[in-house]
């Protein structure tokens, strides 16, 4: 099954990687030093079982015949789509309903519609004769779907990682980057709104990379004029907002007003980060991990575990991990000459990169708190399966590629 | 290999943001590497819960019944524990926490390591004087003055408080208790604790080891906890002082009091009784040995017992009878001899020398047990139990207690399936017209049922509760609204049995002369109820005042104590004549103190007529309205 020659044995070697340091840093999560006796959760080796079913899915996917596994996207997508209406059905956990609990397993349609999204999205922008205004339409209403499905759970974290791989496939499936970026430009128009000086800045920038592409002066600017509306309106829109909305937004963008809900998580996480100081404090003997401050450090604040025990050195050594994973698809993807599955790595590139920064960047408080997990670090089966699998979609695609020259 | 657009954006992505992370973790644990270590040395940041002032009791004059007190308490950190044997000896010596009941303590509540564990509480000033040097040892363990009960005397009604066990712990999962929380276990503490409890508040804590502020967040975020409702009862202390007082010594029995047109129970005295401050502390094994003794102080006898009425039953039986036409007041039925042959069996009455042949007045006067067996005889078991219903002798009556007891009275169902189907239930039905047999009630169901006699066949549900201070003002009827049902006798017939009630206290050869007061009329009726419990008769009570007004209703119940007559009636004179002489003192409206008063109180004493709860549904019968009696002292 595995064509030693096309075979990316590197990408699967720091993927095993990933996963091993998961279940060390799990590990660690579980357990709780009372005096001199260790009491252990049970977490950590339902990890380690889903990290060898991942594993497995690997191999089977890596056995599964090309034109089967062409034709089964697209009903496994509208299975998906049928999935993301039930779970709306369900009973709420935590004021959202994301989640079907099945025998004492809890599973997330978001997670696979992550996935299936991408294939799908890919399998249309990537046909011949479109042009690129139609490969953008089409790409955002297949996004769409689910994208608003999730919203009504509601997962306001989860549909960011969707949206930021629709862009990497768009760019992938080569539409000219001037259209991504006026796709862009609103979003970074709103945020600049917040510092006035920062206007200006954010529009020389935009009319020099816009001039930069060869677009006509009239383009450039309709654009303009159109930024600068929105940079202003933005203000007024705000204040025409209800206090409590105001608050809601910026308890979002600021934890810290928050100080009993997700500000307490994001304090504490800080500080078991900040005190693991240059070599950390050893595995096992996190004091801030010991006292259970953080309700759920194994899952989304696993990161928290890893920088408190493991220091800066330990947190680089990480991040240096995922970089290296994430080269290697880059080039993988570049590698890849059938438009639709380059265009799939770019997605699942994407996707995982993205969920890595904000989650280690909601950790160190660099970015807002959404529940997202770290891939392959944070303890969750379901979560874990989907991304292995993602992976194995890429590792697919290299085996099953054409000669190399 | 040819670089393609896309893979150039993605790299440089990937660069811009994976350089942002290291700069942050950079900054984070080099930079200011140091200043979280001392914060996470001190683990002074947290969330603590700010427990909410749990409502205290009052009495009809808001004197204090059940009061909070400071309390020091000890709590533990099991997340700083460094030594766990010396720990569990110190606590083994100095709190007598043996080292197993520590371990699942902590074992308990292993993943919630930062979360305090309130170890001991009332423990002595001295004591803590003494350990509080060694404590310097215990990082984990911390003094802190928490909230305990003090409660004003010895009583069945207001229960008593605890920790919070597991069961209900779970059982109250959403209702935001810790496992430290104090519930309310028995009593008034349990039937009204979403009331008295109030909401607890959550502060973040953000202070170094200095006591500096780590101004990491705005204090503003903190929830403020909201105190729990203090409750006024209908109970007086005073008159609770004297019932208690003058109950006799060394017999078990109750005394209830109530007022007739409200309901509101003025005395509430189970004897023997204990004290619930005693719950409060750890309980030795002495004080467990004399909660549990043969006479068990910890029984409510009012509501958590139920006994044989005897006599005091039989104006019930004459009520079905007139109601349903068997007799007129003026039938006399069977002549008493000492008893009266009913098939092959002799049936006694109590008086051996006989009382001849009765009208219904003389036979509740006397208490003559064949009239009531002759009328048996015309009277449908079922029907009877229908009426005892009605008159709520089966059901329990709704007091704002826990764990009521119901009375019992059989159907023919009920022996069919007892003694088989063909038996013969005439000789039971015959016990069952004098209130013995299987019937069964509660003391409390009888001072409801003389007050429905007392207040023209009204009867009200009785309660404790008059209503609620603090930072809510509810009355009863806001909180829950009283059961008020009309009893099934005709008016005629409630004329009768009053007449009888009259008869037995203040005609001649009357049963309860006893009983008799000056200053006001007394109606009552005295019972001796054979029981399994002794030879002796249990002694039973029931009567009401009237003076210018229907005034209060007295039960007393005396287990193997004798003659009613003898026994139990002198007692309901002492407190008759206690209530009369006290008459103004009690009725007094007392204004709302001024701890109670918010802005909208102008002037305390129409407050008080608006929260008198019976005043809308007293029925027209009644010759004066009890507002009136409340506000014209």
């Known amino acids: 099954m595995i064509n030693r020659k096309k075979f990316d044995f590197t990408l699967l070697a720091l993927l095993a990687t990933l996963i091993f340091l998961g279940c060390i840093a799990i590990f660690s999560a579980s357990t709780t030093m009372i005096g001199d006796q260790m009491s252990i959760q049970n977490n950590w080796w339902k990890q380690i079982i889903f990290a060898f079913l991942a594993f497995g899915a690997i191999a089977l996917l890596l056995k599964l015949p090309m034109p089967i596994f062409d034709i089964v996207v697209i009903p496994l997508f509208v299975l998906n789509i049928i999935a993301l209406v039930l779970v709306l059905f369900t009973p709420a956990v935590n004021g959202s309903h994301r989640w079907f609990s099945l025998g004492g397993i809890n599973l997330q349609p978001s997670e696979s519609a992550k996935l299936l999204t991408i294939l799908m ?132 963008l600021d ?22 100081s240059m070599f950390g404090k050893g595995w096992l003997l996190g004091t801030q991990k010991n006292m259970n401050f953080l309700p759920e ?96 979609v890429i590792l697919k695609y290299l085996n099953e590629r054409g000669f190399i020259k | 290999m040819i670089k393609s657009q896309a893979t150039l954006v993605y790299r440089i992505t990937l660069a811009v943001l994976f350089l942002l992370l290291a700069g942050a973790l950079f900054r984070l644990q080099v930079v200011k590497g140091k200043d979280f270590q001392r914060i996470a040395e001190s683990n002074f940041v947290r969330i603590r819960r700010i427990t909410a002032t749990r409502g205290e009791i009052y009495d009809h004059k808001y004197r204090p019944i059940a009061q909070n007190v400071p309390s020091h308490n000890l709590y533990l950190t099991s997340g700083k524990i460094r030594n766990l044997p010396a720990l569990s000896r110190f606590l083994e010596r100095n709190f007598a926490i043996p080292q197993a009941e520590l371990h699942n303590l902590v074992l308990k509540q292993r993943f919630k390591t930062y979360e305090e564990i309130l170890l001991a509480d009332n423990i002595p000033y001295e004591t803590m004087l003494i350990l509080s040097e060694q404590l310097n040892y215990y990082p984990e363990l ?93 109970i007086d202390n005073d008159l609770q002082e004297f019932v208690s007082n003058t109950f006799p010594a060394g017999m078990n029995g109750a005394i209830v009091v109530s007022d007739i047109r409200s309901g509101g129970i003025l005395a509430y005295v189970s004897k023997p009784d204990y004290d619930p401050n005693l719950f409060m502390h750890k309980i030795t094994p002495d004080i467990w040995a004399t909660l549990n003794r043969a006479e068990k102080p910890m029984l409510d ?209 009357g049963t309860g002369a006893n009983a008799k007061v000056n200053g006001g009329t007394v109606f009552g009726k005295s019972g001796s109820a054979e029981n399994a419990m002794g030879r002796t008769t249990h002694a039973w009570f029931c009567a009401y005042l009237l003076t210018s007004k229907p005034e209060i209703v007295v039960t007393v119940f005396l287990e193997n104590a004798g003659g009613g007559g003898a026994m139990a009636a002198p007692i309901t004179a002492r407190i008759f004549n206690y209530y009369i002489g006290n008459l103004e003192n009690i009725k007094k409206v007392t204004p709302l103190p001024s701890q109670f008063r918010t802005a909208e109180d102008v002037d305390p004493v129409p407050e008080e007529i608006d929260t008198e709860p019976t005043e809308p549904e007293t029925p027209a019968e009644n010759t004066t309205t009890p507002t009136g009696a409340q506000s014209s002292d």
């Open chain 1, 121 to 252: 999205v890919a399998r249309i922008i990537s046909k011949e004769h479109l042009n690129e205004y139609r490969q953008i339409l089409y790409g955002f209403l297949i996004v769409l779907l689910p994208v608003s499905l999730i919203m009504i759970e509601p997962d306001f974290g989860t549909t960011l990682v969707f949206w930021a791989s629709l862009l990497a496939m768009l760019i992938a499936a080569e539409v000219p980057l001037f259209f991504i970026l006026l796709m862009v430009s609103p979003i970074v128009s709103v945020v600049s709104s917040v510092w006035w000086p920062a206007i200006p800045i954010w529009l020389i920038i935009l009319i020099c990379l816009l001039l930069k592409s060869g677009l006509s002066w009239v383009t450039i600017t309709v654009s303009a004029i159109a930024n600068v509306f929105i940079a202003f309106i933005t203000p007024v829109f705000w204040m025409g907002l209800k206090d409590y909305q105001q608050n809601r937004i910026l308890t979002f």
């Open chain 1, 255 to 276: 934890p810290t007003r928050d100080p009993l809900g997700a500000g307490y998580q994001i304090i504490q996480a800080k500080i078991a980060i900040g005190s693991g």
């Open chain 1, 297 to 392: 450090h194994h899952t989304d604040f696993i990161f928290s575990v890893v920088g408190e025990e493991f220091g800066f050195i330990g947190s680089i050594f990480l991040l240096a991990i995922f970089a290296a994973f994430f080269s290697r698809i880059i080039r993988n993807a570049n590698d890849l000459k059938i438009k639709e599955r380059k265009v799939a790595a770019s997605g699942i590139m994407a996707y995982l990169m993205l969920q890595t920064f904000i989650n280690i960047g909601m950790n160190i408080g660099l970015v807002p708190a959404t529940g997202i997990p770290l891939p392959f670090i944070s303890y969750g089966g379901s979560n874990l399966l989907i991304n292995a699998i993602s992976v194995g």
């Open chain 2, 142 to 234: 911390s003094f802190r003055i928490g909230s305990s009960r003090n409660y004003m005397y010895p009583n069945h009604f207001t229960g008593y408080m605890g920790r919070i066990n597991e069961d209900e712990y779970e059982l109250y999962r959403a209702e935001n208790y810790s496992l430290n929380s104090y519930i309310g276990k028995t009593g008034l503490e349990r039937y009204y604790e979403v009331l008295l409890r109030g909401r607890d508040g959550r502060e973040i804590v953000q202070v170094d080891a200095q006591g500096r502020s780590l101004n990491l967040f705005d204090p503003a975020g903190n929830i403020e906890p909201l105190n729990g409702l203090s409750l006024v009862l209908t």
């Open chain 2, 301 to 509: 006898r009012i509501i958590h017992a139920s006994y044989p009425p005897g006599s005091v039953f039989k104006p019930l039986t004459a009520a079905l009878g007139l109601d349903s036409g068997i007799v007129t007041p003026y039938t006399r039925l069977a002549s008493c001899v000492g008893g009266m042959k009913i098939g092959n069996r002799f049936f006694k009455c109590w008086n051996s020398g006989g009382h001849g042949s009765n009208n219904v007045i003389d036979a509740l006067r006397v208490s003559c047990d064949v009239y009531f067996y002759d009328l048996s005889l015309k009277m449908n078991l079922d029907s009877f139990l229908g009426y005892a219903k009605d008159s709520h002798f089966y059901a329990k009556t709704g007091i704002d207690l826990p764990n009521e007891r119901r009375g019992f009275f059989p159907s023919i169902a009920w022996y069919r399936k007892t003694y088989g189907k063909h038996a013969s239930i005439l000789g039971h039905k015959v016990n069952l017209a004098i209130g013995q047999g299987e019937v069964l009630t509660t003391p409390i169901q009888m001072n409801a049922f003389y007050g429905a006699i007392a207040n023209n066949g009204l009867w009200t549900q009785p309660h404790l509760l008059k209503q609620t201070v603090g930072r809510g003002r509810l009355t009863r009827e806001q909180v829950m609204p009283l059961a008020k049902n009309r009893l099934p006798m005709k008016p005629l017939t409630l004329q009768t049995i009053q007449q009888g009630l009259w008869a037995v206290v203040n005609a001649p050869g």
